[in-house]
């Protein structure tokens, strides 16, 4: 089965800090997505890569930046993390190829609480 | 870009089938349909996806409309287990998934 692991449960930080998410994945997967998670908003969709240093925005990339530096690993990196980046972050691969045909594989998520 | 439609919350009695509907009247052609479930505090896990046939696995049945533009999720026999959001998922342009909030499910004893 592919593990998608990300590397903290709960994470509390404080205002102005730089804050790194980081999430890895066990199936040489092409495609890994962050998404957070708020009530009422459902999973929106941060940043995207299709592949080692490829990198694209997705609907909400404000405030945050990412590093796919080898295909297993994909980080969140939130500059100067606010009070409203505290949110649940989750972070999903996907084989790459035919699209549409392969669905995702999401990690258990990271609560982030930003204080 | 296909967007999808679900009603926010739905109630099902254990061991009743659960029908979930969902709305994905801009869906194109190639595009699938797929259907994930979330339980409290845990990332999304995928049921079961689909083209143009119905399509059955060990945890649903997925039944999609002629013209393509609805389909149902059914759960044979709801446990409490089951109780969770379900997301109906089409593809957003780029190859990106849109989530939406889901319908939110609860199986009652």
């Known amino acids: 089965d592919v593990k998608v692991t990300q590397s903290s449960r709960y994470l509390v930080k404080r205002t102005g800090e730089k804050v790194f998410l980081e999430c890895v994945q066990d199936?040489?997967?092409?495609?890994m997505f962050w998404y957070r998670q708020d009530p009422g908003l459902g999973l929106r969709l941060i940043y995207f890569?299709?592949?080692?240093?490829?990198?694209e925005k997705g609907d909400i990339p404000e405030g945050y930046s990412v590093s796919r530096e080898k295909k297993e690993r994909f980080s969140l990196i939130l500059e100067s993390a606010s009070t409203n980046q505290t949110s649940m972050y989750l972070c999903?691969?996907?084989?790459?190829?035919?699209?549409?045909?392969?669905?995702?594989?999401f990690g258990s998520g990271t609560r982030l609480t930003v204080v | 870009d296909a967007k999808t439609t679900q009603p926010p919350s739905m109630d099902c009695a254990e061991g009743r089938a659960a029908n979930l509907p969902c709305n994905h009247s801009?869906?194109?052609?190639?595009?699938?349909v797929y259907w994930y479930r979330q339980i409290h505090s845990q990332g999304p896990q995928y049921i079961i996806h689909?083209?143009?046939n119905n399509e059955t696995n060990e945890m649903a049945s997925l039944i999609i409309t002629e013209d393509r533009k609805s389909s149902t999720l059914i759960l044979p026999h709801a446990t409490l287990r089951d109780t969770a959001v379900y997301y109906c998922?089409?593809?957003?342009?780029?190859?990106?998934?849109?989530f939406g909030t889901g319908t939110s499910l609860t199986v009652i004893p």
């Open positions: 999903a691969s996907r084989l790459g190829g035919a699209i549409g045909v392969s669905g995702y594989t």
């Open positions: 801009t869906i194109s052609g190639n595009e699938y």
């Open positions: 890569s299709y592949d080692v240093k490829m990198k």
């Open positions: 199936m040489d997967h092409e495609n």
């Open positions: 689909g083209l143009k």
């Open positions: 998922i089409v593809r957003n342009t780029g190859n990106q998934f849109y």
